[in-house]
């Protein structure tokens, strides 16, 4: 099942064509999205994910996003999904390369894939693989967007399909010395006894809604939540390594590169308990 | 003017919408394309273009492009053009997320705008901007994908947006320790004497197709060709810094972060003519 929708609360068929061939955020990856869990029409840290699409946009010196338009769009997706849960989509492009200037914005609804629904359970296995930037490149070079959530996502693909390769389900990705910075879809947390600890996103990483979500109701439950670098090596032996995004929420990581990290899941299962008695 | 046409090569109003919502390509900037320049109905480096069309697939492991729908996607768009001179894209996608797996392919042709006609009598200005990876990245990381012709091309267009803030044309993307790779539509030719240096593509740029085709014709003339590392530094000095690409030609930099560098008027006109001896 799909729903499509437009900033005006109206929907389109979406098996018919909806953006010009001249969309830039066709032809050049420009453009920005969100997703979000929608789960009982109950859409979950809506506003945490608009303040991120607007974070993006500005970094790629888009026009502020109609907020009010994705707010109709996402909402007329909600109303009219009967499926299960839903992973509703937010997409900003800069419009088409002919056209008038106009953004092309949509909401676009698709149902929770059975292995996202299963990675929440199962964990999965991952690989680390290099992103190519030193801790420090995303505050010189802004033009490189690291950490804006665009629709340039060729990378993040082609990694998951380079962990395919190796038999594993996920990446964690680090800079060239091993430092940890996120997966491609993902925020990693690292468990340590009652600490959370999540990488700085001045790093050139996303900021985590879902991550943030997980902190905030942990730290009222009395863990202790913190930002800071890790290394690739802290992996081994944490408590718990944590891959938080909004549609599969927190998979715990139980191989790393081929090797089982210590049994997370009663861990696990005590802040994916925490997480969802935010909801 | 903009002429849009299919693999079965049928044309489409370029007006209407034309991809799904769901297209990969534009969710995630999961696709390859090239850019061909026709002048009189004549395609230029047609081999090289679907040459690398195929090379940057492989590389997003997308499955090889039918060319032969290609080529009467854009043979109609060549045989309905009637403007001036064209810039004819060719696009592969990886198709709709909820689809059958079958690629979206289509031409799009549109107008050589005035702006590139012009930069390529009178030159350009450019930046240096830092790309941030090592020289040895591309081979060691596959799974960045440098090198290929993708439609995650946001961070060209953000370079290029970083250059127009600071004043200036272009830009010239180096590694964190200075080392010459290319522009962000555009290959890089250093000319010193009778010499043509341009940087290896095993640094992780794209293969230019205007610069091979240059140094064919300008090695026929009398000319030494290489390839080997360049440093921004090189520059400076330089008889000639050139931007080689598909629809601007041969574009001499006349101002690099804000400096002149020697007047390279007469041997970019001498190569400009050498190059277009070959049509």
Same mark, same amino acid.
């Given at each position: 099942?799909?729903?499509?929708?437009? &900033? #005006?609360? =109206?929907?389109? #068929?979406?098996?018919? /064509?909806?953006?010009?061939? #001249?969309?830039?955020?066709?032809?050049?990856?420009? !453009?920005?999205?969100?997703?979000?869990?929608?789960?009982?029409?109950? &859409?979950?840290?809506?506003?945490?994910?608009?303040?991120?699409?607007?974070?993006?946009? *500005?970094?790629?010196?888009?026009? &502020?996003?109609?907020?009010?338009?994705?707010?109709?769009?996402?909402? *007329?997706?909600?109303?009219?999904? =009967?499926?299960?849960? @839903?992973?509703?989509?937010?997409?900003?492009?800069?419009?088409?390369?002919?056209?008038?200037? =106009?953004?092309?914005? %949509?909401?676009?609804?698709?149902?929770?894939?059975?292995?996202?629904?299963?990675?929440?359970? +199962?964990?999965?296995?991952?690989?680390?693989?290099?992103?190519? %930037?030193? *801790?420090?490149?995303?505050?010189?070079?802004?033009?490189?967007? @690291?950490?804006?959530?665009?629709?340039?996502?060729?990378?993040?693909?082609?990694?998951?399909?380079?962990?395919?390769?190796?038999?594993?389900? #996920?990446?964690? %990705?680090?800079? /060239?010395?091993?430092?940890?910075?996120?997966?491609?879809?993902?925020?990693?947390?690292?468990?340590? !006894?009652?600490?959370?600890?999540?990488?700085?996103?001045?790093?050139?990483?996303?900021?985590?809604? =879902?991550?943030?979500?997980?902190?905030?109701?942990?730290?009222?439950?009395?863990?202790?939540?913190?930002? !800071?670098?890790? +290394?690739?090596? +802290?992996?081994?032996?944490?408590?718990?390594?944590?891959?938080?995004?909004?549609?599969?929420?927190?998979?715990?990581?139980?191989?790393? +590169?081929?090797?089982?990290?210590?049994?997370?899941?009663?861990?696990?299962?005590?802040?994916?308990?925490?997480?969802?008695?935010?909801?």
């Amino acid at each position: 099942m799909r729903v499509l929708a437009l &900033p #005006d609360g =109206t929907l389109a #068929d979406p098996d018919q /064509p909806f953006v010009r061939a #001249d969309d830039l955020g066709l032809l050049r990856g420009d !453009g920005v999205f969100e997703t979000v869990l929608v789960v009982d029409g109950k &859409p979950r840290e809506w506003a945490g994910h608009l303040d991120r699409l607007v974070r993006s946009a *500005a970094m790629l010196d888009l026009e &502020p996003p109609d907020l009010a338009g994705v707010e109709r769009a996402g909402r *007329a997706v909600i109303d009219h999904w =009967t499926g299960g849960e @839903l992973a509703l989509r937010l997409v900003c492009t800069r419009g088409a390369e002919g056209g008038d200037g =106009t953004p092309t914005v %949509f909401a676009l609804g698709s149902e929770v894939g059975a292995k996202a629904r299963r990675q929440r359970v +199962d964990g999965v296995s991952a690989i680390a693989l290099d992103r190519g %930037f030193d *801790a420090d490149l995303a505050e010189r070079a802004p033009w490189l967007l @690291l950490g804006a959530k665009s629709l340039s996502y060729a990378v993040n693909m082609a990694a998951l399909r380079e962990a395919e390769r190796r038999g594993a389900d #996920d990446v964690v %990705f680090t800079t /060239p010395s091993g430092e940890v910075l996120e997966g491609p879809t993902s925020t990693l947390v690292l468990v340590r !006894g009652r600490t959370l600890r999540t990488p700085p996103s001045a790093l050139g990483i996303l900021p985590g809604t =879902t991550q943030a979500a997980l902190f905030e109701v942990a730290a009222g439950a009395g863990w202790t939540t913190e930002v !800071g670098r890790v +290394d690739v090596a +802290d992996l081994y032996d944490a408590d718990a390594v944590l891959l938080a995004s909004s549609v599969r929420l927190i998979a715990r990581v139980h191989t790393l +590169d081929g090797k089982s990290l210590p049994d997370s899941s009663e861990v696990h299962a005590e802040l994916a308990a925490c997480y969802e008695s935010r909801y």
